[in-house]
Every structure is written in structure tokens, then in C-alpha cells.
């Protein structure tokens, strides 16, 4: 151990070994290649679609529930309203029902959705998946009001 005293301060300096410390480390590490990272694109194995993907009711999911619709638009001549939402991919997440129930000033509609039968040895991606369906009513929609039925 080697002591200096400089300007008012005491310096102490120590060593260990014969070699400089950067040189012991090197020595006792192996040697690694260095890391390398180059960007990576990804190209999309299929087009993508245009406007949400069309579905129908399975009727066979499990752990089925109320699912909220984002939009409603009554089509041909007021008979049928097509709804929208966003969903989970299939086999994963499927439509499994949905219920209307028509009154003299409101249409309610329902959307159930669960995990399809196919879904039991399958990796369930955990992406946004825009869907839509289409119900008849039983008389055209007129001037009654379109309501979620998953809405509280």
C-alpha cells in the first residue's frame, strides 16, 4: 500500500496482483463474440382485409358473456341492422349468440361471445380484431331506438 499526501488530502493507492486490473478481467472472462442487432421487418402473409370481418353465431362457445357493439346501422329497408365491435381472433374469441328484443320504441341487441370448442390446444394471439354481423328484425326499425344490451 503506497500513502501520499497531497495538498491537504491523504491518497491511498492499493494493488492485488501483478496485472492491471482491465487485463485480470479479461483474463478470467471467455471470450464472447460481440452482439449483433439488425432491424427486423415482417411482411404480412396475407392482404389485409378492408372494413371488419364478417361473422355469424357458433352457438357452441364457453365461458360465454355480454359483449358491448360500438356501432348499428339498419340495412335493407330498415329489416336488419348490422352491427360492429371489436373482438379477439378466432378459434380464441368467437360470436356465440346474440339476442334481440323489439318493443313499441326500442330494439335491444345483445352480442355473446365466448372461447370456441377449436380454441382448447390452441396459442391465443392477443390482438384487436374488428367484426360485424347482421340480424333481422321482425318488423322494420322505423322510428324505434337502437340499443346495447351489454350496456349497464
Known amino acids: 500500500m503506497t500513502a501520499t499526501f497531497l495538498a491537504g488530502c491523504l491518497v491511498l493507492a492499493t ?23 439488425s432491424p427486423v421487418t415482417t411482411t404480412p402473409t396475407t392482404a389485409p382485409t378492408k372494413g371488419p370481418e364478417a361473422v355469424k353465431p357458433t ?7 355480454k359483449i358491448r357493439w360500438t ?24 360470436l356465440d349468440r346474440v339476442k334481440v328484443k323489439e318493443s313499441a ?29 347482421t340480424v333481422k328484425l321482425k318488423k322494420a326499425l322505423g322510428k324505434r331506438k337502437i340499443v346495447d344490451g351489454a350496456k349497464p
Not at 18 to 32: D, F, L, T, Y
Not at 59 to 65: E, R, S
Not at 71 to 94: H, I
Open 15 to 37: 494493488s492485488c496482483g501483478a496485472a492491471p486490473p482491465a487485463e485480470r478481467a479479461a483474463s478470467s472472462a471467455p471470450e464472447k463474440p460481440p452482439v449483433v442487432s
Open 71 to 94: 356501432k348499428a346501422k339498419p340495412v335493407s329497408k330498415n329489416k336488419k341492422v348490422k352491427l360492429t365491435w371489436w373482438s379477439g381472433v378466432a378459434p380464441c374469441t368467437v
Open 59 to 65: 352457438g357452441d362457445a364457453i365461458n360465454v358473456h
Open 105 to 133: 320504441k326500442r330494439v335491444t341487441i345483445t352480442l355473446y361471445e365466448g372461447t370456441g370448442p377449436k380454441a382448447a390446444n390452441v396459442s391465443c394471439i392477443m390482438i384487436a380484431v374488428e367484426k360485424t354481423t
